[in-house]
């Protein structure tokens, strides 16, 4: 046996430890939570009068609304999103087969698009409201009721529409992935379609539908738009009225510090619902699930449950938008249309390419070094998509003033230069807000296509003298390019719909899509909105496409 040479001696155990995978990971993940430590930072100082007078005039109104939306959303999306997916899974009626796909449609809606449409038409100048009034001979509204559509039960109605996707997807998956044979012993023991699903599956299925309306419910506190639109005043539409109407910096945050709170007490209930409570199959045998077959009458039933979702959250929505959009396109498709759709276009390619780097760099770090303060690390830079948008637009144009601040003050007393502001109010702040917000979606999707790696391939490459940096560039890259391309693709349809980041941080006359249908809309020109609302529909659809093309190989053991 030769001795073993200087090069071949164990590394060092701080070495072992710390490399340069490890270092990146480490300040990326800083840099990532820079807007939030700022955001809490700022909240700690002495409270203002602003804040005085938003404690005893609207606070209450803040929180009341908020928990409003939250229980009616989140019964909403579990009983639509649950029955939903049962129905497609294990019954057969016709139309199945579309509806399993068509129900994830509403995806590719954002709230604020759906809130435009419904409000156009529903309102008192609307056609519905209208046609009434011509029909009965009514003169004004005192002549009849109406729903007010403008109110917190029409923002429920809207964000369980669009957000019910969120519980049918997971709960689908569960269902799919649940054991045929657990199903049938139920069968066997008399139990009848329903208690089988109540006392079986639904329990076996808890833990994805608890993470399904958890999804909803952070969606509902970070709306903007569609709360905004229907006059309901929450934590996100304060925060950004406090800060871009009255500047205070404190009372912003102190209101962005309230808002985490609610996010905070809504996972802690999600925890605490499961306690200590484990599901588990029996077998790891699975095979195709034969399903209830219904009567003529109740698969009629079945289809229409299933089909309402998609008509109230996709199909009336587009229809409406596309009958807006014909009419109005000649005027409204003009310069500022393709400026915005342009500006759309690039911040939301540039995002998605910088988080998916962002995202293979911490993935590929913790692979390397999976040790406690890489794991905490990479699980700190992936809490983003957990904060809402305002929150930490607000961080970010916090952190960047500071930034701009002391680098203007630097550069004074040593040179007698002004730099002004190098941060803060520029494209680069808002794709940075972007980074920070969706990080979690391609950071999730790229560490399961390198979880499919076998570590022995890693082994191999390093027998063959390959270091990190050539083993991502020749190993890993070619497997997990799919899961790249997947992850760039998932942040720039989101980075597409995003409004309240965009309006809070965009420079001076860059206009996006979501902002200049936002800006249409809150000028009541609702139709003229729908050419720019339309584009971003039809851009969401492309990876609800691709959703419901691999749901359906969900099922351990399918032969598709």
């Not at 939570?33 to 007078?53: C, D, K």
């Not at 100048?125 to 003169?139: C, E, M, N, S, Y």
């Not at 009458?297 to 229409?304: F, K, P, W, Y």
């Not at 391609?442 to 390198?450: A, I, P």
């Amino acid at each position: 046996m030769t001795a073993l040479s200087w090069n071949d001696a164990p590394a060092p155990a701080l070495r072992r430890r710390f490399n340069g995978w490890s270092v990146a990971t480490a300040v990326l993940a800083l840099l990532i939570v820079l807007p939030l430590a700022t955001v809490m930072g700022f909240a700690a100082a002495p409270q203002t009068e602003i804040w005085g007078h938003l404690a005893s005039t609207v606070l209450g109104r803040y929180v009341l609304n908020s928990l409003g939306l939250m229980v009616g959303v989140g019964l909403g999306t579990l009983v639509v999103g649950t029955g939903t997916a049962w129905l497609v899974t294990m019954c057969r009626f016709p139309g199945r087969r579309v509806l399993e796909w068509a129900l994830l449609l509403p995806l590719a809606m954002p709230a604020y698009v759906v809130a435009y449409t419904y409000a156009g038409v529903l309102d008192y100048a609307g056609p519905v409201q209208g046609a009434i009034r011509a029909l009965f001979g009514f003169t004004s509204a005192r002549d009849y009721w109406f729903p007010h559509f403008r109110s917190l039960g029409g923002a429920v109605a809207v964000l369980t529409a669009v957000l019910y996707p969120y519980v049918y997807l997971l709960a689908r998956t569960a269902f799919l992935g649940q054991c045929a044979c657990v199903l049938e012993a139920s069968r066997t023991l008399g139990q009848s379609p329903w208690q089988g699903f109540s006392r079986v599956a639904l329990p076996l299925a808890r833990p994805a539908l608890a993470v399904g309306v958890a999804l909803a419910l952070m969606e509902v506190l970070g709306d903007f738009g569609a709360v905004q639109h229907l006059a309901v005043d929450t934590f996100t539409t304060g925060l950004t009225r406090v800060w871009l109407g009255m500047g205070d910096a404190p009372a912003a945050a102190q209101l962005a510090v309230a808002l985490l709170g609610f996010i905070g007490l809504l996972v802690a209930l999600e925890r605490l619902s499961r306690r200590r409570q484990r599901f588990h199959h029996a077998t790891n045998r699975y095979r195709t699930l034969s399903g209830y077959r219904l009567s003529p009458l109740r698969g009629l039933l079945a289809m229409l449950a299933c089909a309402l979702p998609v008509l109230l959250g996709f199909v009336l929505p587009a229809g409406i938008l596309g009958a807006w959009a014909v009419e109005t396109a000649p005027q409204m498709v003009d310069g500022r249309f393709w400026l915005a759709a342009g500006n759309s276009l690039a911040v939301a390619g540039i995002a998605a390419a910088a988080a998916t780097l962002v995202a293979v760099i911490l993935a590929y770090g913790l692979r390397l070094r999976p040790n406690r303060m890489v794991r905490a690390t990479v699980r700190l830079a992936g809490i983003g998509y957990a904060v809402p948008g305002p929150v930490i637009a607000l961080g970010v144009m916090l952190a960047f003033t500071a930034i701009d601040g002391w680098v203007d003050g630097a550069m004074t007393a040593a040179f007698g230069i002004s730099t002004g502001l190098l941060l803060s109010g520029t494209a680069f702040a808002v794709i940075f807000a972007y980074v920070v917000r969706f990080l979690a979606l391609s950071l999730g999707t790229v560490e399961s296509g390198l979880i499919r790696v076998k570590p022995h391939m890693d082994d191999a490459a390093r027998s063959l003298g390959h270091g990190p940096g050539s083993m991502l560039r020749r190993v890993h890259a070619p497997i997990i390019k799919g899961s790249v391309l997947t992850a760039a693709l998932l942040v720039f349809v989101d980075v597409m719909k995003e409004l309240p980041a965009t309006l809070m941080l965009r420079p001076f006359g860059f206009d996006t899509l979501a902002v200049r249908a936002y800006q249409l809309a809150s000028d009541e020109r609702l139709r003229d909105c729908a050419p720019a609302a339309l584009a971003i529909v039809l851009v969401g659809l492309v990876p609800v496409l691709v959703l419901s093309a691999g749901i359906a190989r969900a099922r351990p053991g399918q032969g598709r």
